[in-house]
C-alpha cells in the first residue's frame, strides 16, 4: 500500500469509527440536586449540629460524599466515619450549622470518589446530623433515601426519613446531543462552523478530491483518492514507482509522484532552457558524425 492508499485508508477508517458517536450521550452531563430540612436530635450542643450526606450503591459501599457542614465534630458523625473513613478530602465541606432553619442544598455531578462516574442503578442518598458527643449512630438523626440511575429523569418530593424533612431529589439525566453548527467540537464531529462545502481541485494530477460527509452534520472531510496508479504515457500522471523511462509524464529520472529531483508530474511544458540545451546535445552529437 503505497501513502497515497494509506492515507485513503486512514481518512475512511476514521470517518467509519466516529459516525456511531455523533449525538452520543455525554454520561458525565448527569447531575442530581438535593434539598433537605433538617429537625434537632436534641443532644447538648444542639441547635448547632454537624451533617454530612453522602451515596451509596444498592451493594451498600460508598461512592461519594456529596456535601458535609462541620469540621471540628465531624468524629460524631459515626455512621458516616464508617462508611467515608477518616479523610474525606472529596467532599464539599461548609461551618458548622448554628440552627435548622435554612433547607440544605446540594448538587452531585455523579461521580465517585475517584472521579468516575457511576453506572446505572439503584443508589442510596445517606443522611446524618449530630448535636452532640455522639459515640454510636444511633445517637444521631439518620436518614436515606433511594434514586434511580437510569438515564431517565426523575423528581421525588416530600420525602421524610430519620430526622429529615421535605426531602426533594432531582435527577436530570444528560442526554447530551451533540449541536452541529454551534461553534464547538462536540464528542463525533469532525468539523463545526469551518466544515467544507466543497473541495479544491487536487494538485497531483494522479489523484481526485471528493466531499465526504457533510457540513450539516459536521462530520464533512475532504478525501483524496488515487485514480491512476500505472506508469503510462501521455496521461499527466506519473504514478508511484513510475520514472521517466517508464511514464513520459515523469520530469526526470527519479521514482514516484514526489516533485522536484525525486521525480512527478508533469503538468506544465518543459522551459526553452531545457529544449535550448537538448537541441544544442542534438546538433553537435550530428556535427561528430559527419566527421567521423
Given at each position: 500500500m503505497n501513502s497515497r492508499q494509506l492515507k485513503s485508508f486512514l481518512i475512511v477508517a476514521l470517518l467509519a469509527c466516529v459516525a456511531p458517536f455523533v449525538g452520543a450521550t455525554d454520561a458525565s452531563a448527569d447531575s442530581l440536586k438535593v434539598t433537605v430540612t433538617t429537625t434537632p436530635k436534641g443532644a447538648r450542643y444542639a441547635p448547632k449540629n454537624v451533617v454530612a450526606i453522602w451515596v451509596e450503591s444498592a451493594d451498600g459501599k460508598f461512592q461519594k460524599t456529596i456535601q458535609r457542614w462541620g469540621s471540628r465534630r465531624i468524629s460524631h458523625l459515626v455512621g458516616w466515619r464508617a462508611k467515608a473513613g477518616t479523610t474525606d478530602a472529596d467532599a464539599v465541606s461548609g461551618a458548622t450549622r448554628g440552627s435548622h432553619a435554612t433547607p440544605l442544598t446540594m448538587t452531585w455531578d455523579l461521580k465517585n470518589k475517584a472521579g468516575t462516574v457511576v453506572p446505572d442503578g439503584m443508589y442510596t442518598i445517606r443522611m446524618e446530623l449530630a448535636d452532640g458527643d455522639s459515640v454510636t449512630a444511633t445517637q444521631n438523626n439518620q436518614g436515606s433515601f433511594t434514586f434511580n440511575k437510569n438515564g431517565t429523569s426523575s423528581m421525588t418530593t416530600g420525602g421524610s426519613n430519620g430526622g429529615f424533612t421535605n426531602?426533594?431529589?432531582?435527577?436530570?439525566?444528560?442526554?447530551?446531543?451533540?449541536?452541529?453548527?454551534?461553534?464547538?467540537?462536540?464528542?463525533?464531529?469532525?468539523?463545526?462552523?469551518?466544515?467544507?462545502?466543497?473541495?479544491a481541485a487536487p494538485t497531483d494530477t494522479c489523484s481526485t478530491v471528493k466531499l465526504v460527509g457533510s457540513?450539516?452534520?459536521?462530520?464533512?472531510?475532504?478525501e483524496e483518492t488515487i485514480v491512476i496508479s500505472a506508469c503510462k504515457d501521455d496521461d499527466g500522471c506519473c504514478g508511484e514507482g513510475c520514472n521517466m523511462d517508464t511514464d513520459s509524464d515523469c520530469d526526470n529520472g527519479g521514482t514516484?509522484?514526489?516533485?522536484?529531483?525525486?521525480?512527478?508530474?508533469?503538468?506544465?511544458?518543459?522551459?526553452?532552457?531545457?529544449?535550448?540545451?537538448?537541441?544544442?546535445?542534438?546538433?553537435?552529437?550530428?556535427?561528430?558524425?559527419?566527421?567521423?
Open positions: 426531602v426533594a431529589i432531582a435527577y436530570t439525566a444528560g442526554n447530551v446531543t451533540a449541536v452541529c453548527n454551534n461553534g464547538t467540537l462536540d464528542a463525533g464531529e469532525i468539523c463545526d462552523g469551518n466544515c467544507p462545502t466543497s473541495c457540513a450539516a452534520t459536521c462530520n464533512a472531510i475532504c514516484g509522484n514526489t516533485g522536484g529531483s525525486g521525480g512527478g508530474c508533469a503538468t506544465t511544458a518543459p522551459s526553452s532552457a531545457w529544449f535550448m540545451v537538448a537541441f544544442g546535445a542534438i546538433m553537435l552529437a550530428a556535427r561528430r558524425r559527419r566527421r567521423a
